[in-house]
């Protein structure tokens, strides 16, 4: 059984950083995605950055340049590291993992099947 534990969220001022955290267990396949994906009160779930199992990144063009996601496989984690970051960035932030179909990972919620549990970030001004 596959469990996602993110964490390593909270409350920073405009300009500051976060980094989170998300380690994974039971994951059989060979071929995956992981991604970061947001979602603020009303409104849908978005992708922010996603990683393949051979390290190819995808990122949300809000966020390119700002934020990086990486992964330790010795940890089994993944992580998000979150530079400048601005309100507009306030949000439950979850980790997910699905398989990998095409040559990058998609940025669409629809494509991971294993959802890790919330974890907020505020940015205040």
């Known amino acids: 059984q596959v469990q996602l534990v993110g964490s390593g969220g909270g409350w920073v001022q405009s300009g500051g950083s976060l980094r989170l955290s998300c380690t994974t267990s039971?994951?059989?396949?060979?071929?995956?995605?992981l991604g970061w994906f947001r979602q603020a009160p009303g409104k849908d779930r978005e992708g922010v950055a996603t990683?393949?199992?051979?390290?190819?990144?995808n990122y949300a063009q809000s966020v390119e340049g700002r934020f990086t996601i990486s992964q330790d496989r010795a940890q089994n984690t993944i992580y998000l590291q979150m530079d400048s970051l601005r309100t507009e960035d306030t949000s439950i932030y979850y980790c997910?993992?699905?398989?990998?179909?095409?040559?990058?990972?998609?940025?669409?919620?629809?494509?991971?099947?294993?959802w890790g549990q919330g974890t907020q970030v505020t940015v205040a001004p």
């Open positions: 997910a993992l699905g398989p990998r179909v095409h040559f990058v990972c998609d940025l669409h919620p629809s494509a991971f099947r294993d």
């Open positions: 990683i393949s199992d051979d390290e190819r990144r």
């Open positions: 039971g994951l059989t396949f060979t071929n995956y995605c």
